[in-house]
């Protein structure tokens, strides 16, 4: 059994920040230790119970993306060992799962791209044959490949709280017209790289959103985790069809699940405390990722 690591606690670092999922500690002034935790949220609520090895899965997976894309945009990674900036009893809580990267600005525009019509973008473009003010063609359905992918970005929330939907005209006014053109140019080459590897693997990345920084010179640098099933929509290739949901490798089995569960004998209702986790779902969460993993690593 792998032991889940629902909390970290580096004591010979100061904590900066908790995440949904990650917990991040300052190295010096220029340098930042995240530690991707078993952590799980869903309705930007987070679970009480762990999923074992996705923190693991999940920091596999962003390095195997910057790898592939580092010749579209530099990233965050420093190139030295987590390990190397932990006392020796903290390091089980780092080795496989953190990342020691450069203190960055955040950009506080979330990045988002959509090749398919799914989730708040299905909904919305019901509604008005628009997402966040890009207009689509008639006819469209549910899963539907869109014709070129579009960017759709969200402004940041705080933890807890849901990430709001804008227009690329409203990022304009929060971050100024160039660099607001180049986060969206640069995200789109960026999600039209990956979904081309990912689609040989037999895996459709439906959408997924960025996180970007600057750094001391200035220099638009990609962040965070990236293209995992917790910031994107995975789905494999021989479940797709259009007009219904495709299955799904990221945490759609464990939503689905909560839109059932109740709390004290009522439905949940997407606030925290959430409903516990049988370890059925907690099972099969994992197995989702670990699945993900191998078929794009294979």
Not at 19 to 38: F, H, P, Q, W
Not at 125 to 131: D, I, N, R
Not at 173 to 187: F, H
Not at 275 to 298: D, F, G, H, N, S
Request: aromatic letters at 8%.
């Amino acid at each position: 059994m792998i032991n889940a690591l629902h909390t970290s606690s580096i004591k010979s670092l100061p904590l900066l920040a908790r995440g949904k999922v990650r917990d991040n500690y300052a190295v010096g002034e220029d340098r930042i230790l995240m530690v991707a935790s078993d952590r799980i949220s869903a309705f930007d609520v987070i679970m009480g119970e762990p999923i074992p090895g996705k923190g693991e899965l999940l920091t596999k997976m962003t390095l195997f993306w910057f790898d592939k894309l580092g010749h579209l945009c530099p990233n965050h990674l420093t190139g030295q060992a987590p390990e190397s900036v932990v006392q020796p009893e903290e390091v089980a809580q780092v080795k496989g799962r953190a990342m020691l990267v450069k203190r960055l600005k955040p950009i506080p525009v979330e990045a988002v791209v959509r090749g398919y019509l799914a989730g708040s973008g299905w909904a919305e473009y019901k509604a008005g044959q628009s997402v966040c003010g890009v207009k689509l063609p008639a006819g469209l359905k549910n899963a539907s490949k869109l014709p070129e992918p579009i960017y759709t970005p969200a402004a940041k929330a705080e933890v807890g709280e849901h990430d709001e939907n804008i227009t690329f005209e409203k990022t304009v006014q929060m971050i100024g017209p160039e660099l607001a053109a180049k986060i969206r140019d640069l995200s789109i080459a960026i999600y039209k790289a990956a979904a081309e590897i990912a689609l040989k693997k037999g895996i459709i990345i439906a959408d997924t959103k960025f996180e970007f920084g600057l750094d001391k010179d200035g220099t638009l640098v990609l962040m965070d985790e990236v293209l995992t099933p917790d910031s994107s929509r995975y789905w494999p290739v021989e479940g797709y069809k259009e007009g219904a949901n495709p299955p799904s490798y990221d945490k759609q089995f464990l939503r689905d699940w909560l839109e059932t569960a109740t709390v004290d004998g009522k439905p949940w209702g997407k606030t925290a405390p959430a409903p516990r986790l049988p370890q059925e779902v907690i099972e099969k969460t994992a197995a989702k990722y670990r699945e993900a993993l191998t078929r794009l690593t294979a």
